[in-house]
Nanobody, 118 residues
Framework: QVQVVESGGGLVQLGGSLRLSCAAS????????MGWYRQAPGKERELVAT???????NYADSVEGRFTISRDTAKNTVYLQMNSLSTEDTAVYYC????????????WGQGTQVSVSS
């Protein structure tokens, strides 16, 4: 069983930065995708960024150039560096880990709140 735990959320002022962390415990195999999603009040959950076991990254257009996803393979940890934050980035951020045996849906963390104040 894979457990996913996020940390690093909080309140930040407009234009500020935050760094989120996501640690996956247990065996996630050698072929996986780790990513960040977010859900704002009244909106559907949306993709923010992903990184796969080969190191390839993918970003939503809305965060391209402002957010950077990275990983520490030794720690099964993925990070999301968020810069130039806007009020539209306010949401609960969820980490997701997809493994070969659980490719559809994957494992989800409990979420961490990011609030950007103007």
């Amino acid at each position: 069983q894979v457990q996913v735990v996020e940390s690093g959320g909080g309140l930040v002022q407009l234009g500020g930065s935050l760094r989120l962390s996501c640690a996956a415990s247990g065996n996630i195999g050698s072929d996986y995708v780790m990513g960040w999603y977010r859900q704002a009040p009244g909106k559907e959950r949306e993709l923010v960024a992903t990184i796969n076991s080969g190191g390839q990254t993918n970003y939503a257009d809305s965060v391209e150039g402002r957010f950077t996803i990275s990983r520490d393979t030794a720690k099964n940890t993925v990070y999301l560096q968020m810069n130039s934050l806007s009020t539209e980035d306010t949401a609960v951020y969820y980490c997701n880990v997809r493994t070969t045996w659980r490719w559809s849906g994957g494992y989800w963390g409990q979420g961490t709140q990011v609030s950007v104040s103007s």
